[in-house]
């Protein structure tokens, strides 16, 4: 073993991670913006560094041979929340205190930019549990993609299917703690299949783009079916004042203050041929080997301007069949089906602190509503968010009023207090 060459290399990675000692006489490594200690190995030790990964907080740790043949960059992130239910007393129910999300990312391109992967892997309960069909959920994500021009791109493998803004939406660039509860029940969630983008400008100031999918229908990690059929889903996406700065449109807040106001209208529908689970791509599986055609709805809309953020989602689930399970005359289970819309603005301070408020309303079918044991399901949040290093490093808190007319089970979580912090590099 070359012990000094070890020797060298831990030396290398520990200057990395920590500062110089004070007094050291040093020089300058201009490339990597690093001070290294003059020893008698320093021109050994700066060979070693100019091999290094470059390490950009924010940017992840990138590593990339001299002929470029291939890029690797690895982010990580993590989301630690403390989550509070009170009755309609304000008296405390339970708290919910864990790490949410921990997730590890890599992203780059093998062999020319034009050919570009990512994986993105989940460890909490949060992302691992159980599939109803027994199988794993670690991959989040596992995608290749054929980017010719910045026009058009082709991707096969597993990802978010492009359908409603907040799905679209990483939870890392959220400014309230997590997505509302009309998202949690109408949106599609990930899938395995093709996965198409076209991108245009049309005149003026104005662009458009197109998204579509043709997917297996089960979700992520889904693996062989049977007896179901595929899920085909579109998107077009209007900017009639043209795109926004920093990919506003998939970041919540107005990080870029807009100097002119920016605008995003978006529709989707997506038709699910036999699917075999409640929600389509997600939920638990049907009873008695069912399946039901699915078809899903999306209606988006942003406005930024100078810090103000708003944003408007409409969506809705249809059965082209009863939504309901039965065995016999008995209801097992059920479908929800309705429509939910969410309303959330937002101001965001030269200091880095938001203020946002949300109001979210789910309206289930009648067929579903002695099941779903409510009329109407509203949330209203006021949320709270420090932005330390933009949404990469920040700390929220928000505070939610939950209500729900015509309940008629006993008790629920009136009021919900939740804190988080999130990291990610």
């Excluded at 004070?22 to 070693?48: C, H, M, V, W």
């Amino acid at each position: 073993m070359n012990y000094r060459r070890l020797f060298l290399s831990t030396l290398s990675f520990m200057l990395l991670a920590g500062p110089v000692s004070a007094g050291t006489s040093a020089f300058k490594n201009d490339s990597l913006n690093i001070t290294l200690p003059n020893t008698d190995y320093a021109d050994e030790l700066r060979q070693i560094r100019m091999h290094m990964p470059d390490i950009e907080v924010g940017n992840g740790i990138s590593f990339q041979p001299k002929n470029k043949s291939y890029k690797l960059t690895m982010r990580i992130r993590m989301q630690n929340m403390v989550d509070v239910g009170f009755n309609n007393k304000f008296e405390a129910q339970g708290i919910d205190a864990r790490v949410k999300r921990l997730r590890l990312r890599f992203d780059g391109y093998i062999y020319t930019p034009k050919l570009t992967y990512l994986v993105q892997l989940g460890f909490t309960p949060y992302d691992t549990k159980v599939l109803p069909n027994g199988n794993t959920n670690i991959v989040r994500d596992a995608m290749i993609y054929y980017v010719p021009n910045a026009t058009w791109n082709i991707g096969f493998g597993q990802t978010k299917i492009r359908a409603n803004r907040a799905r679209i939406n990483s939870s890392s660039a959220l400014q309230f703690v997590d997505r509302s509860i009309v998202n949690s029940e109408f949106n599609l969630d990930r899938d395995f299949g093709l996965f198409g983008e076209y991108n245009q400008h049309l005149f003026g100031s104005f662009d458009m783009a197109a998204k579509a999918s043709i997917t297996t229908g089960e979700g992520r990690n889904w693996g062989k079916s049977k007896g179901s059929g595929l899920a085909y889903t579109g998107r077009l996406e209007f900017f009639p004042l043209g795109r926004f700065k920093g990919k506003g449109d998939a970041i919540e807040g107005d990080f870029e203050r807009e100097s002119t106001p920016k605008i995003l209208l978006a529709g989707a529908y997506s038709y699910n041929d036999r699917a075999l689970r409640a929600q389509g791509s997600n939920g638990d599986m049907l009873l008695f080997d069912q399946t039901r055609n699915l078809s899903s709805y999306f209606v988006d809309f942003i406005l930024k301007y100078q810090g103000f953020a708003f944003y408007t989602d409409f969506m809705g689930r249809v059965c082209t069949s009863s939504p309901l399970i039965k065995s016999g005359e008995s209801v097992e289970q059920y479908i929800l089906t309705g429509m939910g819309l969410n309303v959330q603005a937002s101001y965001l301070f030269r200091s880095n602190w938001e203020i946002a408020l949300r109001n979210s309303t789910i309206l289930p079918d009648s067929e579903v509503r002695p099941y779903a044991n409510y009329r109407t399901y509203n949330q209203s949040t006021l949320g709270v968010t420090k932005y330390l290093i933009d949404h990469r490093l920040k700390v929220q808190a928000d505070l939610s009023y939950n209500y729900k007319d015509e309940f008629t089970a006993s008790g629920y979580d009136r009021w919900q207090l939740r804190f988080q912090v999130e990291l990610g590099f």
